[in-house]
């Protein structure tokens, strides 16, 4: 079964440093999304990508988050200048353009554990 | 206002009952679809079950059904039969179609419900 897959599965950056979080969605799917889970909190939507630029993003996804599909497979969150704050697990997700009846189900990978010390 | 509240941070259930999680919403959009995820340890996100406001029954896939009452905006998760393997945490989560820009249908999440599974 298809799946969406995340490098790495944990990342050890320092303040400032800037990180790319990987992602490869699921191959027909076309609406990308990035979503951020602090420990023990909830998980909060930071931002959805289709047809080479951003759909929506959230108040959270300020200047220093950015995104881009380099090539057809590979989806990148990169942080600029990572703060502490930033310490989160960052999960991948991505759906199918639903035509007709559909869930409009987004596929989440398994996340990239980040931490900044 | 939180737009998904789950009111219970932890919940125990003895193996082989069935167990009820709780979710309720708020929306004024008319269209809007409900989901279910579960996050084991390991702490990737499992698709359980979807609910779109406009299905006219209730959702179930396997033990897993989905308590959908539109006028109570609630859409509380029932696990049938619990098995060990079904500690977790429990996610709730709400699509709205109108608000959601270009049709990004980005999900909102609750806090959450950690469910353990007493043998």
């Known amino acids: 079964e298809p799946e969406v897959t995340q490098t790495p599965s944990h990342q050890v950056t320092q303040m400032g440093q800037e990180v790319i979080l990987r992602c490869v969605p699921i191959?027909?799917?076309?609406?990308f999304y990035w979503y951020r889970q602090i420990l023990g909190q909830k998980v909060e939507f930071l931002v959805s990508f289709y047809n080479n630029e951003i759909s929506e993003k959230s108040e959270i996804f300020d200047d220093q988050f950015s995104v881009e599909r380099p090539d057809g497979s590979n989806f990148t969150l990169k942080i600029r200048s990572t703060k502490l704050e930033d310490s989160a697990m960052y999960f991948c997700a991505s759906r199918r353009l639903a035509g007709g009846v559909g869930t409009y189900e987004q596929y989440f990978g398994p996340g990239t554990r980040l931490t900044v010390t | 206002a939180q737009k998904i509240t789950q009111t219970q941070p932890g919940m125990f259930v003895q193996e082989k009952e069935a167990v009820t999680l709780d979710c309720t919403y708020d929306t004024s959009d008319p269209s809007y679809g409900l989901f279910w995820y579960k996050q084991p340890s390991s702490g990737e996100m499992i698709f359980l079950i979807y609910q779109g406001s406009y299905d006219q029954q209730n959702a179930t896939e396997g033990r897993y059904s989905l308590n959908f009452q539109k006028a109570r905006k609630s859409a509380n998760l029932v696990i049938s039969a619990s098995q060990l393997g079904d500690s977790a945490m429990y996610f709730c989560?709400?699509?709205?179609?109108?608000?959601?820009?270009?049709?990004?249908?980005?999900?909102?999440f609750g806090k959450g419900t950690k469910l353990s599974v007493i043998p």
């Open positions: 989560a709400m699509r709205e179609d109108s608000y959601s820009g270009a049709g990004s249908y980005q999900l909102t």
């Open positions: 191959s027909n799917h076309l609406y």
